[in-house]
Protein backbone atom coordinates (compact mmCIF):
# COMPACT_ATOMS: atom_id res chain seq x y z
CA UNK A 1 0.00 0.00 0.00
CA UNK A 2 0.98 3.23 -0.82
CA UNK A 3 2.19 5.46 1.83
CA UNK A 4 2.33 9.52 2.70
CA UNK A 5 5.49 10.91 4.84
CA UNK A 6 5.57 14.27 5.96
CA UNK A 7 8.76 15.64 7.76
CA UNK A 8 9.52 18.79 9.29
CA UNK A 9 13.18 18.98 10.09
CA UNK A 10 14.17 22.03 12.46
CA UNK A 11 16.67 24.29 10.65
CA UNK A 12 16.29 22.47 7.02
CA UNK A 13 17.41 25.38 5.35
CA UNK A 14 16.90 25.38 1.61
CA UNK A 15 21.06 25.43 1.03
CA UNK A 16 21.07 21.87 3.23
CA UNK A 17 18.06 20.86 1.26
CA UNK A 18 20.37 21.70 -2.36
CA UNK A 19 23.35 19.84 -0.87
CA UNK A 20 21.13 16.61 0.33
CA UNK A 21 19.61 16.91 -3.44
CA UNK A 22 23.24 16.74 -4.86
CA UNK A 23 24.65 14.08 -2.64
CA UNK A 24 21.49 11.69 -3.41
CA UNK A 25 22.16 12.52 -7.04
CA UNK A 26 25.67 11.41 -7.00
CA UNK A 27 24.84 8.40 -4.98
CA UNK A 28 22.86 7.55 -7.82
CA UNK A 29 19.18 8.01 -5.55
CA UNK A 30 18.13 11.15 -6.90
CA UNK A 31 14.71 9.50 -8.33
CA UNK A 32 14.75 6.24 -5.90
CA UNK A 33 13.06 3.01 -6.67
CA UNK A 34 9.58 3.43 -5.08
CA UNK A 35 8.98 6.91 -4.74
CA UNK A 36 5.91 8.24 -6.66
CA UNK A 37 6.57 11.48 -5.94
CA UNK A 38 8.28 14.40 -4.07
CA UNK A 39 8.14 18.01 -2.81
CA UNK A 40 9.94 20.66 -0.53
CA UNK A 41 8.21 23.80 0.36
CA UNK A 42 8.01 26.29 3.07
CA UNK A 43 9.60 28.99 4.80
CA UNK A 44 13.43 29.32 3.05
CA UNK A 45 14.79 28.28 6.43
CA UNK A 46 12.66 25.59 7.72
CA UNK A 47 11.36 23.32 4.49
CA UNK A 48 9.05 20.58 4.91
CA UNK A 49 9.29 17.70 3.28
CA UNK A 50 6.16 14.99 1.61
CA UNK A 51 6.86 11.64 -0.04
CA UNK A 52 4.58 9.39 -1.73
CA UNK A 53 6.30 5.54 -1.46
CA UNK A 54 4.75 2.56 -2.90
CA UNK A 55 5.91 0.65 0.22
CA UNK A 56 7.59 1.03 3.92
CA UNK A 57 10.43 -1.13 2.44
CA UNK A 58 11.15 1.23 -0.57
CA UNK A 59 11.15 4.14 1.66
CA UNK A 60 13.28 2.41 3.97
CA UNK A 61 15.99 1.16 1.43
CA UNK A 62 16.63 4.61 0.13
CA UNK A 63 16.83 5.92 4.04
CA UNK A 64 20.08 3.77 3.58
CA UNK A 65 21.36 5.98 1.74
CA UNK A 66 19.32 9.78 3.19
CA UNK A 67 20.31 9.07 6.64
CA UNK A 68 23.85 9.39 6.58
CA UNK A 69 23.60 12.29 3.89
CA UNK A 70 21.31 14.23 6.25
CA UNK A 71 23.63 13.37 9.81
CA UNK A 72 26.69 14.94 7.68
CA UNK A 73 24.86 17.76 6.62
CA UNK A 74 23.63 18.28 10.71
CA UNK A 75 20.07 17.74 9.84
CA UNK A 76 17.95 15.77 12.32
CA UNK A 77 14.44 14.97 9.90
CA UNK A 78 12.61 13.56 13.18
CA UNK A 79 9.48 10.80 13.02
CA UNK A 80 8.21 11.66 9.65
CA UNK A 81 4.14 11.69 10.18
CA UNK A 82 3.22 8.16 8.53
CA UNK A 83 -0.29 8.57 6.15
CA UNK A 84 -1.66 5.46 4.21
CA UNK A 85 -2.84 6.39 0.51
CA UNK A 86 -6.17 5.48 -0.67
CA UNK A 87 -5.81 7.00 -4.26
CA UNK A 88 -3.23 8.93 -6.60
CA UNK A 89 -3.64 11.14 -9.83
CA UNK A 90 -1.04 11.49 -11.91
CA UNK A 91 -1.45 14.86 -13.83
CA UNK A 92 -0.07 14.82 -17.29
CA UNK A 93 2.79 17.61 -18.27
CA UNK A 94 2.06 20.93 -19.52
CA UNK A 95 1.46 20.91 -23.31
CA UNK A 96 1.37 17.02 -23.19
CA UNK A 97 -1.76 14.94 -25.16
CA UNK A 98 -4.72 13.95 -22.95
Not at 29 to 52: I, K
Amino acid sequence: MAMLLEFTPSSFTTEKYDLTIRQLEEAGQGAPAGRLSHVAYGDPNALRVTDVWESQEAFEAFGRTLMPILKAAGVDPGEPKVTPVHNTIVAAPVGAAR
